[in-house]
C-alpha cells in the first residue's frame, strides 16, 4: 500500500531526521515535508515507529496516510518550473 508522510516539525535537526528515515524507506520527497512509497503494512508501523523514537518530545506534527492505487491514480497536479533569471512573458 501506498504511504503519504507529511509533517510540520519547528526544529531543523528533527526535521531532518525524519526526512532521513523517510528516505531510508525509500520513499521519494514530494515536497519540502511531504513523502510517499509503497511499503508494506510491516514497513509502514516501523517507520512510523521510528519517527516517533526520532522526535524524542519534540514539538511535531506528523500525519500517515495509507493511499489505495484508486486514490493515487486520482490525484491532480499542478506543477509549474520557475522562470529562467531575465525572461520576459511572450509579446512583452
Do not use: N
Not at 510540520?8 to 528533527?14: C, G, L, Q, S, V
Amino acid at each position: 500500500m501506498r504511504l503519504l508522510v507529511i509533517y510540520d516539525i519547528p526544529d531543523d535537526r528533527a526535521r531532518a531526521r525524519v526526512a532521513d528515515a523517510c528516505l531510508d524507506y525509500g520513499l521519494e520527497r514530494i515536497q519540502y515535508s511531504a513523502f510517499v512509497g509503497q511499503l508494506s503494512r510491516v514497513h509502514q508501523r516501523e517507520v512510523e515507529l521510528r519517527i516517533t523514537r526520532l522526535l524524542d518530545h519534540q514539538p511535531a506534527k506528523v500525519r500517515f496516510i495509507g493511499l489505495d492505487e484508486r486514490s493515487w491514480e486520482q490525484q491532480r497536479i499542478i506543477e509549474r518550473e520557475p522562470k529562467p533569471t531575465g525572461a520576459t512573458e511572450p509579446g512583452g
